[in-house]
């Protein structure tokens, strides 16, 4: 049975966040708050991850992603809601 506690947010981080350690210091902000999921680069220079968690946990995700560690500049971040029965039980970098 799927939690109907748990959401699932797919989100694309644009800015100068390749290079300045956004990827690890999102795994250690995920596991900070308990949030699941996977954070990697794309080759068009921005961050996508997939997070999931409570609302709450989500949100400080959320909040966190749009400023990233001291170095980023975060432009953009796009997020969408996703559907799936799938759960991560950790938060890694791909």
Known sequence: MV??????LFVQVHGKVQGVGY?????RRAHMVGATG???NREDGTVEALVQG????IDQMLEWLGRGPPGAVVRDVQSRREY???R???FQQL
Do not use: C, G, L, N
Request: aromatic share 8%; glycine share 0%; charged share 30%.
């Open 3 to 8: 939690d109907p506690h748990i959401e699932t």
């Open 54 to 57: 409570t609302p709450e946990q």
């Open 88 to 90: 991560y039980r950790s």
């Open 23 to 27: 990827r690890m210091a999102t795994v």
């Open 38 to 40: 996977w954070v990697q």
């Open 84 to 86: 799936i029965d799938k």
